[in-house]
């Protein structure tokens, strides 16, 4: 029997919480507004199904909404039984709700809500209805988000002056609530550090309490929490973890501690940050930008292989027509919103979900088109950011790395447009920007891509030459010289960021040089575990001692020691190291580990409803996959791997 789903309007559910995402930020005491346009939710919806009911029967049409249910010619109110004959009938719920977006819940003997429903904005233009597998209850609310509560306590609590200490023991993210004595008034601040806790005048979240103030204060991260003021030792502080209850299908083990504990926090990094949406970080900013939502995309599909946050994050991000701004004001984060949703439908083959966001897509794309310049290059406009990565880049239009990843974008579109059976009408584009890039960004004395050819600097970074290697805009032998001359150059300025780190890491280990990504796992990331963090933080420099390693932006306590983009080594652990790789829209997959210098160790990688397991102890790989369609490959062979049978191979 059917389930019965509440059911709203696509995307409507999306964009209500984003927007009380977008709003949340908070920032020395002060609400911090997101600084993009965000889409609103319509506050009008008309559902509408025809049924035929074998015999008389009662039905309620629950919501949260105001409104009305047509049915057998007559008017009847909603949250109140309507008793039905037996017969065929067309049934239409009319629903407005300005607080949130409207929604409905039927559940009765011949009439229930899901999917199956058509949902229109009153714009005579109807679509199937969208729903969340959280909520099939009556008493459900679409517009409080479904997180799971877990009690937390502190590991230890120390007298500090004037105050009191909670040590949480490693990064957390959660509500709060503080019972005050009558007389008190408090400072209550949190903080990711212990200095920063311990820093009431510079720390980013904090607020003044007195015992008038609501005891439960909203979900913020902390490791510590300070309290300070008069009576703080008599405060009853308890603390909660909010999370999403996403299920891990990836894992990894070594003889190798040191992995393990980079595994785990990087695993641990990633949930903190999978909430409504993929966020950038649990403390500041606790946005959604695309281009972290970028990389979270692809770890997902490996820790996760669950496309609900993924979908949600897209929609959220997309918003809806007309388009003023780019994403995120950022040029290059609207293109990876496009590429995002390509590589998503070729890794999942969800063409119901792309079909849904389509129109909108397309509109996004023609946004991108009309701020090009006259070359057809991307350019900043009145408002937009060239954000490319922290780091020294020339950043005179045009910039390069913004036409390679706008050169991605167009073929994306390309092949989005056919996957919607849709003429193609972005070939041709994507293969005359290429012919320019190649003939106005490449320095044939340099044998690398420029930043900009119109500052006369000539400038090379390895940021605009990994993605050169990376989207495979080069080839062959001008391909070896960027790889020599620029991602191998030890003259070029180091990549000190978490998120375009990963991207080198990618191009490196898709030229074969997986020995080098370790190293760099190992001294990146172990470097951090090494400082004492308990997740990964937004940017890391080792020539750094003591408090220096939070600053940033011009705050003692700014960076972020939470950020999704450290994640990348379940990407780099289970794409390459394991080296498994999906295709066919994830009903095929490719199996070819690459160990390195790395001897023993297993990780289970997710493919399609299953997962492949790949256990290495050299020289002898074993493989077993739970699913057909796999495929093992040791450069020299390929081996069809039938599903629930152990192979051995050995790697030369």
Known sequence: MKQAKWIWYPGEFEHFHHTLVSFRRQEAGCDYPCVWPVSRPEISARFCKSFTAARDFVFTAVTHAKGMVRIGGGLYPVNKPISVKAGAYDVTAELFDPDAFPSLYINSDFLITDESWKAELFDAKPVPAACEPAFFSPVDDPAVFPFCYREIKPVSTHAVENGVLYDFGQEQFGPVRITLPADAEIMLVYGESREEALDPENAIIRETLTAA?????????????????????DVRLEAKLEYLPVEDRAFF?????????????????????????????????????SGDAYQSFMIARCLYNDPGVTERTITALLGKPPYLRHVNTINDYSAFLIISVWEHLEATGRFSFVRTIWPNLKALYAFIVSRLDENGYAVRRDGDWIFVDWGELDKEDPVCFEQIVLWRAHSAMAALSA????????????DALKTRILRDFWDEEKGAFIDSFTSGRRFVTRQTNVFAVLYGLVQGKQKQRVIRNALKNPDLPAITTPYFKLYELLALCEIGDISAAQDFISAYWGGMLEQGATSVWEAFDPRQTGAEHYAMYGSPYGKSLCHAWGSGPILLFCRFIAGVKTASAGKTFRVAPTPGHWQSFSVTVPVGEGAVLISYNAPEVTVRASVPGGVFSDGKKETPLEAGKTYSFILT
Do not use: Q
């Open 419 to 430: 996957a919607m059976g849709e003429d193609d009408i972005y070939t041709a584009a994507a």
């Open 213 to 233: 103030d609501p005891p439960d204060r909203p979900a913020r991260a902390f490791r510590y929490i300070a309290v300070f003021g008069k009576k703080a030792e």
């Open 253 to 289: 083990s070594s003889d190798e501690p040191e992995l393990n504990e980079i595994w785990n926090v990087c695993v641990r990094t990633f949930h903190l940050n999978t909430r409504e949406f993929f966020l950038d970080g649990v403390k500041r900013d606790r946005w959604v930008w």
